[in-house]
Nanobody
Framework: VQLQASGGGLVQPGGSLRLSCTAS????????IAWFRQTPGKEREGISC????????YFADSVKGRFTMSRDNAKNTVYLQMNSLEPDDTAVYYC?????????????????????WGKGTQVTVSS
């Protein structure tokens, strides 16, 4: 069971990036996915999640209105679309999930219950 985050890079303030979280070794369709980010010296921040059905989403206040999530179960991939990026969004971004059971409309960003983590992808917002 592996997750891999990708799509990071360098972008100017106000720009956009789309991160992907791809699973291997299992089908993502029964799992919710959460996104976290971390910068050196700061606590890891849970910023968003999407339920396995895709019907429920959560966004932290710091990204609400700018970030969206979607999923393509046929591609075993979940996406984090990041718009209107700001320098404070600079971080390493990780995706994670947890074993069930849980409902298809459930998701959360409690890192204590997440037992599968992907390697992160660096996002740098700078002019």
């Amino acid at each position: 069971v592996q997750l891999q985050a990708s799509g990071g890079g360098l972008v100017q303030p106000g720009g956009s990036l789309r991160l992907s979280c791809t699973a291997s070794g299992f089908g993502l369709e029964y799992y919710y996915i959460a996104w976290f980010r971390q910068t050196p010296g700061k606590e890891r921040e849970g910023i968003s999640c999407i339920s396995s059905s895709g019907d429920s989403r959560y966004f932290a206040d710091s990204v609400k209105g700018r970030f969206t999530m979607s999923r393509d179960n046929a591609k075993n991939t979940v996406y984090l679309q990041m718009n209107s990026l700001e320098p404070d969004d600079t971080a390493v971004y990780y995706c994670a999930t947890a074993d069930g059971p849980y409902g298809s409309t459930w998701c959360n960003v409690n890192s204590n219950v997440l037992n599968y983590w992907g390697k992160g992808t660096q996002v740098t917002v700078s002019s």
